[in-house]
């Protein structure tokens, strides 16, 4: 089991920057993907970004230039440096933990943007883009 504590949101002016945080502990932490999920009032939760134990990153298009997700295994903690933000990034982002690591990742045959195949979620911060 893993438990995730996200922070960093707050209301930001159109073009200015935010940084979230998200500690993590319980489990084997540091080999296990990781991503980064919204969730707008009336939509559906939208994939973000993601991290791969060595490393490897993922982004949807609409952040891609914007946003970078990074991590520290050794402090168990995911960053999420959002620049340029626009309102349209106004939501409930949520930290989670992929149901499987590496080694058994290997098999994994997603794409990390399925909320469904993560299975520990922290609470979210609330991140408010006013025009």
């Known amino acids: 089991q893993v438990q995730l504590v996200e922070s960093g949101g707050g209301l930001v002016q159109a073009g200015g920057s935010l940084r979230l945080s998200c500690a993590a502990s319980?489990?084997?932490?540091?080999?296990?993907?990781m991503a980064w999920f919204r969730q707008a009032p009336g939509k559906e939760r939208q994939f973000v970004s993601a991290?791969?134990?060595?490393?490897?990153?993922y982004y949807v298009d609409s952040v891609k230039g914007r946003f970078t997700i990074s991590r520290d295994n050794a402090k168990n903690t995911v960053h999420l440096q959002m620049n340029s933000l626009k309102p349209e990034d106004t939501a409930v982002y949520y930290c989670?933990?992929?149901?499987?690591?590496?080694?058994?990742?290997?098999?994994?045959?997603?794409?990390?943007?399925?909320?469904?195949?993560?299975?520990?979620w922290g609470q979210g911060t609330q991140v408010t883009v006013s025009s």
């Open positions: 989670a933990v992929l149901r499987v690591g590496y080694p058994t990742e290997t098999y994994y045959s997603g794409t990390y943007n399925n909320p469904n195949e993560y299975d520990s």
């Open positions: 319980g489990r084997s932490f540091s080999k296990y993907p």
């Open positions: 991290i791969r134990w060595f490393a490897a990153t």
